[in-house]
């Protein structure tokens, strides 16, 4: 806390809040970049005809794991991986679809089981804190308007602090995110670039690396926002206190 502290003494409360508005600007220019790559290589067909279900079963097969089931859920990019229950999970576009785009996320969701049958620490540690960053995650979404409420009219902090410290754990979460998705990735890429059966040509996994590229960076973004959130609310509870 009071490293958090340190660093906000030399951030203002206007530069803090110039820093968000630049991380949401270009947070949106990476989410708009990401979802128009993937609605251009959704259209282009994969010349091994695979779908994202077949994709995803043969890089679970391929790496010895059998006992993850490859299901499709409702809604757009909401593919992702279950540890719990083991399954790997994928949009309707990327389940039924047969495109270089559908291939590329099921790989990369697969990836994440690959890490979970290999005990990938990254992985394992985030998972381990999934609780913890449930409960943060509730008590930011009162204790920081609260606080900084309390703090500017009868001036007491510590509700304020509660939601910085909260906050600091989901942040953490955030960039603890990064080596996972990256990793993901890597494998899915790696997978992908020596099975020609699914990716016949280096133009199909140029196109597939560029598209998973795209997604990281919106983890990125996110991360970044995450963090310039944190340096804002902090900044209130450090200069006030000063």
């Given at each position: ?5 340190f ?10 809040w ?84 559908s291939?590329?996320v ?14 990938y ?14 409960i ?85 973004v ?21």
């Open positions: 806390m009071n490293h958090i502290l660093i906000t003494g030399f951030i203002s409360y206007s530069s803090a110039f820093l968000m508005i630049v991380i949401a600007i270009i947070s949106f220019i990476v989410q708009w970049r990401f979802k128009s790559k993937f609605k251009q290589y959704a259209e282009i067909p994969l010349l091994s005809g695979l779908s994202g279900q077949e994709v995803a079963e043969r890089m679970l097969h391929d790496n010895g794991i059998y006992d993850v089931q490859v299901i499709s859920v409702e809604g757009q990019l909401t593919d992702h991986y279950n540890p719990e229950t083991k399954t790997v999970n994928l949009s309707p576009d990327v389940f039924y679809s047969r495109s270089v785009a291939a590329a099921a790989a990369h969701e697969c990836g994440h089981a690959v890490q979970h049958a290999r005990a620490s990254w992985l394992s540690f985030r998972t381990a804190m999934v609780p913890v960053i449930n943060a995650s509730t008590l930011t979404q009162w204790t920081l308007f609260i606080g900084v409420m309390l703090l500017f009219f009868i001036h007491n902090p510590y509700v304020l602090a509660v939601g910085v410290v909260a906050l600091a754990l989901v942040t953490t979460f955030s960039f603890i995110t990064l080596p996972v998705e990256f990793d993901a990735s890597n494998r899915a890429l790696a997978w992908l670039n020596n099975n020609y059966t699914v990716m016949q040509t280096r133009e199909e996994h140029e196109q597939a690396k560029d598209a998973l590229w795209w997604a990281a960076m919106t983890y990125v996110a991360a970044l926002s995450a963090l310039a959130t944190l340096l804002y609310y902090a900044s209130f509870l450090f200069n006030r206190r000063n």
